[in-house]
């Protein structure tokens, strides 16, 4: 089992950066893959950016450029640098551990960013 934990989020104007922070108790495997996603209201969760343990990336569209994923895999801890926010960035942020094997899938309780204009 894994247990997520994230935090950072708040309020911040438009232009105003953002860490949000995840961390991971339980056991991580190599193969595990850590996401960011975010919910805003009335629309679908979507992932915002996702990184392997060995260090590769992939970004949604909308973000690139503007945020960095990364993780310290000794402290089991993952991070999203948010720059460059916009009120579109508005949500509920998740992070997500995916185990493709054995298949697991786990989800913090989420954290919310708010951004004015």
């Known amino acids: 089992q894994v247990q997520l934990v994230e935090s950072g989020g708040g309020l911040v104007q438009a232009g105003g950066s953002l860490r949000l922070s995840c961390a991971a108790s339980?056991?991580?495997?190599?193969?595990?893959?850590m996401g960011w996603y975010r919910q805003a209201p009335g629309k679908q969760r979507e992932l915002v950016a996702a990184?392997?343990?060995?260090?590769?990336?992939n970004y949604a569209d909308s973000v690139k450029g503007r945020f960095t994923i990364s993780r310290d895999n000794a402290k089991n801890t993952g991070y999203l640098q948010m720059t460059g926010l916009k009120p579109e960035d508005t949500a509920v942020y998740y992070c997500?551990?995916?185990?493709?094997?054995?298949?697991?899938?786990?989800w913090g309780q989420g954290t919310q960013v708010t951004v004015s204009s």
């Open positions: 339980g056991t991580i495997f190599s193969i595990d893959v």
């Open positions: 990184i392997t343990t060995g260090g590769s990336t």
């Open positions: 997500n551990i995916y185990r493709p094997l054995p298949r697991g899938d786990y």
